[in-house]
């Protein structure tokens, strides 16, 4: 009877929340339609009737609230029990006087608001509403006349009644409240264990990521070690150029761009080259494209930019024809000569320029449009030659400096701006011009992201 009284007008689609301050409801209603007939019993056989009525009247109205929420009429019957308790609480205390007790029922009506209602303002305005009607039904019952009994022993009744009707209204409230607590409690408990489990696994997650970084990080700087290993050293970039500058930033540890630097005889060779791509991908094509230039002077003897550079594009080719897909991959590179019997430079290029400088006079030696490589249109490569003044500053250079993004608007920074910036500075001594350039770069990047390796090399003869 209990379980089925509680469970009365509850809807399915009700949230849980809901559907425990509806069972608390109906156990409410219950057990004062149970007290509410039980002294109407007793009012009749002692023969007051004016009480009698009241008590059965009360019984009506909770047979009446309880079949509201049996037809699912929530918001009618929630209203109704708030007039019942504003109302006919407040009268009935009025008639029956000062010590009848009935204004206990104040006490469990003042926390009705919550029960019902779940907006705060909403509870807080009802809530202070009752306490005023509270005081004023206090004020009026000291003052006036008990009309409803008329003997010592109906008002003692009267009190046990309303003292054990509102002690045990307002013990269910609490137990509401205490349960709800409870369960929450419980809900909090089971999502911490959830959550600590869950952070337990992202630990070792993280912890068995940090591993395979950490492994991955020392196999990328080990394999920096055997490119730093290739490229040329300073020591014998010095021994060949007096006067030079190099500014070697790549985007990851290792560098698909790299310089190369060879000494045949009177004659330096000098190369800034761009593989494909960038970190590891574009280092292992650059230890690829080095080695095919390190052949075609050392092992089939070529002298001539043109011819290095003819050669080198077939041992790359060569290279990648033997794996199982097709691989493109190759290098832009802009490779001079120094003759330094006669100071004659011989230029060839496949997509990178060679820029000489002199009192800010700027003359551009242009390459050839195809890269080391395989290329659908694929031709000789020619070269040029040219004499050297003493004042001429040379420049070979990557194009990621000029494919930067940055500044104010985000955009790249271009070759014009580049060249105007060599031009500007081209007076400077070569130390202070990588300075100026480093500063440059990393002033146009800002906070984006560097999009790929940078190389630029400056030297005078």
Known sequence: MWTWLSENGIDDLLDHPEKKRIRLLNKIIGINAVIAFIFAIIDICNLGFEAAIISSFTFFISIFLFLLIKNRLYGI??????LFVFL???FIAIISGKDSGVIIYFIPGILFPILIF??????IGISLLMIILLLIVFRITQVSEPILFSSEYDLSFSKISSLTGSTIITFLIIWHFKSTNSEYEEIIIDQNNSLKAYNNEIEKQQLKLEVKNKGVTDSINYANRIQQAILPN???ISNMLKNYFLLHIPKDIVSGDFYW???VKA???IAVA????????????SVVCNNALNRSIQEFKLSAPKDILNKARELVIESFDNASQIINDGMDIALCCIDTTNNKLTFSGANNPLVIINKREIRILHPDRQPIGKYLFEKPFTQEEIMLDNEDTIYLFSDGFVDQFGGARGKKYKSKTLLN???TNSESTLDKQKGLLQKEFNNWKGDLEQIDDVCIMGFKI
């Open 77 to 82: 019957a929630k209203s109704a029990i708030l």
């Open 88 to 90: 006919f609480i407040s």
């Open 118 to 123: 779940q907006n705060k303002k909403v509870i």
């Open 234 to 236: 300073e020591s014998k």
């Open 261 to 263: 630097v060879e000494k």
């Open 267 to 269: 004659k330096i060779y």
């Open 274 to 285: 761009d593989c494909t791509g960038h970190g590891v991908p574009g280092a292992m094509v």
């Open 421 to 423: 910036f060599l031009t």
